[in-house]
C-alpha cells in the first residue's frame, strides 16, 4: 500500500526554522510532482509549494515565496520544504501529495500523507 508520512512539525518560536520531510513507501516520487499544502486552524487548505515531475521546476505560493524552500533526494524517495522565517500564519497542519507525471502547482493528487502540525508561537 502506498504510504507518504510527513515528519519535521514541531513548535517553533517567530523567526525559527524547520524541515520537514515526506518519505513515500511503495512510490517513486522522482516520478511524480509533489505538493506541501497547508491547513492553517479554521481555514481551507492552501498549497505552499509544489516540485514537478519532469523538470524539476518549483512551485511557492506568494506567502513563502523567499522562506521556504522546496527539494528532492531521489536516493531516499523523499521531498523536503525547508522553511525559514516562520511566521505566527504558518502554524497549521502541513500535507504532503504526490500525483504521477505531475506538473506544479496541481489541481489533483493521486496520495496524501497524514500531516504533520507546525506551530510557530512565541
Known amino acids: 500500500q502506498v504510504q507518504l508520512v510527513e515528519s519535521g512539525g514541531a513548535l517553533v518560536q517567530p523567526g525559527g526554522s524547520l524541515r520537514l520531510s515526506c518519505a513515500a513507501s511503495?512510490?517513486?516520487?522522482?516520478?511524480?510532482?509533489v505538493g506541501w499544502i497547508h491547513q492553517a486552524p479554521g481555514k481551507e487548505r492552501e498549497g505552499v509549494s509544489c516540485?514537478?515531475?519532469?523538470?524539476?521546476?518549483?512551485y511557492y505560493a506568494d506567502s513563502v515565496k523567499g522562506r521556504f524552500t522546496i527539494s528532492r533526494d531521489n536516493a531516499k524517495n523523499t521531498v523536503y520544504l525547508q522553511m525559514s522565517n516562520l511566521k505566527p500564519e504558518d502554524t497549521g497542519i502541513y500535507y504532503c501529495?504526490?500525483?504521477?507525471?505531475?506538473?506544479?502547482?496541481?489541481?489533483?493528487?493521486?496520495?496524501w500523507g497524514q500531516g504533520t502540525q507546525v506551530t510557530v508561537s512565541s
Open positions: 501529495a504526490a500525483v504521477g507525471l505531475g506538473w506544479c502547482p496541481s489541481e489533483r493528487w493521486d496520495y
Open positions: 511503495r512510490y517513486t516520487l522522482e516520478t511524480a510532482a
Open positions: 516540485i514537478s515531475s519532469r523538470d524539476g521546476i518549483t
